[in-house]
């Protein structure tokens, strides 16, 4: 009986896709603009993204998560519900050559060219050209705080966002729930966003993105309907073995 229910609820939550949130954290306000699943594009219709997304980009009124699947690299435009390959997540030269970046990706910057950023948990961070194939360390890469609010903090293996102006800027979540960035060129350190901006959705956070005026994060937030199941199945697993130990 127990495995039946438990059957039915994973069948039931799958039905039911997290939804994806923009935080904007300059202003702290946020904005439900879709869910996980692709609706068209690829031939992924059907699959459910959340937990493989690496990446988010806001361009005007466009918001872009990037995700992986199987070694390859997608967009997939969450207005639209399209999904699309834009590359592969194995390097094909550069100083990783050969190498599956996908579980060690945690950012993507777009400026007419694909870039997807890699942190390697050891204190280097590495950039994947997504259409030539390259990569390699990133200009600076320090990924220790050298000065600033987070002077001496190790930003490595936490980075959740990457932006690329004339730097390579880093974002983690640290221990107060607020985002801090960190310049990878010069290792200054510093906060744009507080527990109130983040909304109590920092730890949903897959992506955080620059847009030249504001800070964006990108959040799965698990739909309310599934919780409620959770519950539920909780509540028939308890009596169902007290009745059993009875």
Known sequence: MIRIIITTLALACSANAAILTRVDLTNATSADIGDTIIDNGTTLVGTDIAGSIYGYFRDGTTDVAYFSNSGSLYAFNINLDLAFIIGSATASTGNNSGVDLSSSLYGHFFNGSDFAYFDDGAGNVGVLSVNSGNA??????????????????????????HHFTDDDIGYIIDSNDAVSFINMNTGATGTIGTPASTLGLANNFVGIHFDGSNDFALAVVPEPSSFALLLGLCGIVSILLRRKRA
């Open 136 to 161: 390699d360390l990133v200009a600076g890469f320090q990924t220790l705080g050298t000065s600033g609010t987070q002077n001496g903090t190790e930003f490595s293996g936490s980075l959740i966002g």
